[in-house]
């Protein structure tokens, strides 16, 4: 009897034993798959939220939230594609080193072992629908700025008068130098005929008009008149050459206005993204900060769970032990 | 009762020339009608001009040719004549030399000689002017054969240089003072360039130049106005009148007188001056600090001529005035007189108020001068002589020349007037110590004693129609008494005529005679006696003719022949009756 009982008490130590052991096994997948569905869960609470922000004159800028990116197996290891998430091999790719435990991975890997894992249990704060367990890792999120009409307008006249200013800038200062010139001599033209009949008409009154000499070709009174119309000529000219240079450096510092303007839509908006940005980021520090205090709870709930399975598991292989060691007559710890 | 005799007398008649234009009734018996081959002597009675002497002997380079120009070269103690004729230029009085340059070929003697700055230039129409200078010396050799124009000739012996400015003939070289030590005789003269060599024989100072072969000189021919006036004032020579343009004046450098296009020279051309839109010059004249440029019809006077670059500026014009040719301009120091189209005219001088007064001269000949003007096919021909106070106007073609009195003029500011017919004179000059040179065909001439070289002339004085104050009364000459001066044994004639007719009747009569008795000869040969008388200074002679015929107006007239011997008109009075009105 005793015998029998021992057996007995030794066979009922060793099945407790056993389920203790395969409890704990249990106590493991179920932790391991709460943890995942609390990160996942996590994540989508702490991913970025989409948002735009408009300037009073019509300018936008828009954050929109990143593509999902797909997580995939290639031939050289897992990938994430950065750009379109289509899960394609090759490429621009992130690779996974390939000696990393792949059967933990794949067990790991949500769309392969959430539904093997007993999920009898789901955590409740999941919400129905609002997680891809496709999206592994967010894509890079896309920002766009956008004038308004009337701003667009302004920085395309602004741009194109500053290249009509570089052009006309860069061009040779000759024609231009001419130009001026001609529109000198326009103006004293008139005065120096003026002066040139009054000349010619004080000589006539002198009868000095046919005078040549070998001094001065003419009349003295001519020569210096000619002299006189020659330097002003020559100081004409050399004004004439001073402004088109200035002139050249007035269209070089217009274009640099003019480019200048058209940024300032830009700069604008840009500057009023700040507080636009600094309100988002208060939103999503609000939401990050939300997001941990939910894993943290989430986490705990999670520890008490395994606990208590790892207490029933601890208690079912005392037992186990206790009666296997009873009918073995020794004590399994002093073994173990 | 017998009519007691009307006397006119006739002092010192004409006097005051020959008036042939107002009415001869009106006429002041001081007036002639005709006074030729006469002057206004020293007294201010009409007398027989002076003849010519020819001076020249040798006019072989002349020719048949005359004297068109003579022209004084002044220089101190260098004093030389030269004159032009016959295509050639001359020096010389006694023997005419000729002195055209080498090469040079002259097409016409009517060229304008001035004296500047110790420079004799030489201008007319078309040629290139020519110089003669002191300066300019002439190498004598036994052949220029092979030297050339702009070498330098080395003395063998001396070692003396000079630079060869023109051949002039085949044994003649002419450096212009570009001698560097004197060559000695006999040596060889070797040219740098061609190597030519040569016996120097002699050299001699001073010679004819083309212009542009003077040193300094405009060197483009081209370039040197060619006038047919020119004269040298205000420190310039001044041309005008070339062939191609007729209304520019040129002005050459400062004392360069060929320099034209260099320093200060240069030109105006006036043809928008002229007062009655065009004219052409003819003449030229500096006076009273003014340049005066004579146009044919109009005159222009420019100042400010000292500076002419600077301050040449019309300060006058007269039109309606201008000057027949430029050889009737003379300066007698108070005036420029010259010929216009209507007679003969002065620029008077005023210093204060700088104007010019222009005046007529010969108011009282004024349809004869215009007659004579007009028909004058040759040339003129003046020259001013202080030494005897007369301005000689010659119409060459014509061979006539007015004389004008200068020391004074009458009421109407005319010169007091005579003519000189038949005169053949084609060239004057009054030399500086105040000999009058006349060229003619026999060369050069001398104003000097009372025949034309020997051959006498005829004195002619008739009086103005004289009405013894009633006009319509008929005048019985009676008596004419005619005073003379001068003119030993001269026949004189004294015509009278009536009412206008141009025959006259004569009466001769003889000068007397009057030999000249000098110191220590005896008068009527050896041994008489006395030895010698003294003769009564100027002989005078007085004559009491009669005279026939009657009528309202009466005409006295003088001829004689001038053959040696002065003569002077002292007086003539004529007495006559006065009869019935007619």
């Known amino acids: 009897m005793d015998d029998f009982l021992k057996w007995l008490m030794g066979g009922a130590g060793a099945g407790l034993l056993g389920q203790a052991y395969s409890q704990l096994g249990n106590v493991g997948q179920q932790g391991l798959s709460y943890g995942q569905q609390l990160a ?94 496709t999206m592994a890792a967010p894509q890079p999120a896309e920002f766009g700025m956008q004038l308004s009409p009337q701003e667009q307008q302004f920085y395309q006249n602004m741009f194109g008068g500053a290249g009509q200013f570089f052009q006309q800038a860069a061009m040779p200062t000759a024609d231009r130098e001419s130009s001026i010139y001609e529109r000198m001599r326009a103006l004293s033209a008139p005065e120096e005929e003026l002066e040139r009949q009054n000349l010619e008409q004080r000589l006539a009154a002198q009868g000095r008009l046919g005078m040549q000499t070998a001094q001065f070709g003419g009349a003295p009174e001519q020569l210096a008149m000619s002299r006189a119309q020659q330097q002003a000529q020559q100081s004409q000219k050399l004004a004439a050459i001073q402004q088109a240079q200035a002139e050249q ?14 940024y300032i839509p830009q700069a604008q908006m840009l500057n009023a993204l700040t507080p ?61 | 009762m017998a009519q007691q005799l009307r006397n006119i007398n006739l002092v010192a008649p004409a006097f005051k020339g ?24 020293k007294r201010g009675r009409i007398a027989a001009r002076k003849g010519y002497s020819v001076s020249t002997t040798d006019k072989t380079a002349l020719g048949s040719g005359s004297i068109r120009a003579i022209e004084e070269f ?166 005008a009148d070339t062939s191609t343009n007729t209304s520019t004046v040129y002005w050459s450098d400062l004392l360069i007188g060929q320099n034209w296009t260099g320093g200060t020279s240069g030109s105006i051309n006036i043809s928008k001056v002229w007062p009655d839109g065009y004219d052409e010059i003819v003449a030229l004249a500096a006076h009273n600090g003014f340049l005066i440029i004579f146009g044919k019809h109009s005159i222009v006077v420019y100042q400010g001529a000292e500076a002419p670059a600077t301050n040449l500026m019309l300060a006058d014009t007269v039109a309606g005035v201008g000057c027949v040719d430029r050889d009737t301009v003379q300066h007698t120091g108070t005036d420029v007189i010259f010929l216009s189209n209507t007679g003969l005219r002065s ?103 009372y025949s034309d070289n020997s051959v006498k002339y005829r004195f002619k004085y008739y009086s103005p129609s004289l009405t013894f104050g009633d006009p319509t009364r008929l005048k019985l000459v009676k008596k004419i008494k005619p005073t003379l001066v001068g003119s030993n044994n001269a026949s004189a004639f004294i015509y009278f005529g009536y009412d206008f007719e141009t025959t006259y009747r004569a009466t001769e009569f003889s000068i007397g005679n ?69």
């Open chain 1, 40 to 133: 996942n869960l996590q994540q989508q609470q702490a991913a970025f939220r989409p948002y735009t922000i408009t300037t009073p004159t019509g300018a936008m800028f828009t954050a929109s939230a990143p593509a999902p990116t797909p997580v995939g197996v290639g031939a050289q290891g897992f990938f994430v594609d950065p750009l379109a998430g289509s899960g394609q091999e090759g490429g621009q790719q992130d690779y996974i080193d390939p000696d990393f435990d792949q059967e933990m991975l794949k067990s790991s890997h949500p769309s392969r072992n959430m539904a093997q894992a007993d999920m009898s249990d789901p955590l409740p704060m999941r919400p129905e629908g609002a997680f891809d367990p």
């Open chain 1, 249 to 262: 450096a007035q269209q070089a510092a217009l274009g640099q206005q003019y480019l200048g303007a058209a």
């Open chain 1, 276 to 336: 636009g940005m600094t309100a988002a980021g208060q939103a999503q520090q609000a939401q990050l900060y939300g997001t941990g205090l939910f894993g943290e709870a989430a986490a705990s709930g999670l520890d008490m769970l395994l606990a208590t399975a790892l207490g029933r598991a601890n208690l079912a292989g005392s037992l186990g032990g206790g009666l296997l060691g009873g009918a073995l007559g020794i004590d399994l710890k002093d073994i173990i």
């Open chain 2, 18 to 41: 020959i008036n042939t234009e107002d009415s001869p009734i009106a006429q002041d018996p001081s007036f002639a009608e005709v006074a030729d081959n006469a002057v206004i002597d």
């Open chain 2, 74 to 239: 002044k220089e101190a103690g260098a004093n030389k004549i030269f004159s032009v004729g016959n295509n050639k230029v001359f020096s010389g009085v006694t023997t005419l030399v000729d002195e055209t340059p080498a090469g040079y070929t002259i097409n016409n003697d009517n060229w304008k000689i001035v004296s500047f700055n110790d420079n004799l230039y030489f201008f007319q129409d078309s040629q290139e002017p020519l110089v003669y200078s002191n300066a300019f010396e002439v190498v004598t050799v036994d052949s220029t054969t092979g030297f050339v124009v702009d070498e330098t000739i080395t003395g063998g012996t001396s070692s003396a240089t000079a630079t060869i400015k023109s051949v002039h003939s085949s044994t003649e070289l002419y450096i212009e003072q570009t001698r560097d030590g004197t060559f000695t005789a006999s040596e060889t003269l070797t040219g740098g360039t061609s190597s030519t060599t040569a016996t120097f024989s002699s050299i001699s100072t001073g010679s004819v130049l083309k212009m542009s072969d003077v040193t300094g000189a405009t060197t483009d021919v081209a370039n040197i106005p060619k006038g047919n006036e020119v004269i040298g004032a205000y420190g310039r020579l001044w041309t």
């Open chain 2, 347 to 449: 620029f008077s001088r005023t210093i204060q108020e700088k104007s010019m007064p222009i005046s007529t001269l010969s108011k009282t000949i004024t349809k004869d001068i215009i007659s004579l003007t007009q028909n004058e096919s040759s040339f003129f021909r003046s020259v001013f002589s202080p030494e005897e106070n007369f301005y000689l106007l010659t119409f060459v073609g014509q061979q006539t020349t007015y004389c004008f009195d200068v020391r004074g003029t009458l009421e109407d500011g005319s010169f007091r007037v005579t003519r000189w017919p038949g005169s053949s004179y084609t060239a004057y000059d009054r030399a500086e110590d105040g000999t009058l040179y006349i060229g003619n065909s026999d060369g050069i001439c001398q104003y000097t004693g």
């Open chain 2, 514 to 582: 009057q030999t000249p008795a000098y110191f220590d000869v005896n008068e009527f040969g050896a041994n008489s006696s006395p030895l010698s008388e003294f003769t009564g200074g100027e002989l005078t002679t007085q004559k009491n003719l009669n005279a026939t015929g009657n009528g309202a107006t009466v005409v006295v007239g003088l001829e004689t022949d001038i053959n040696g011997f002065a003569l002077s008109l002292q007086e003539i009075n004529v007495q006559a009756l006065l009869g019935k009105t007619v």
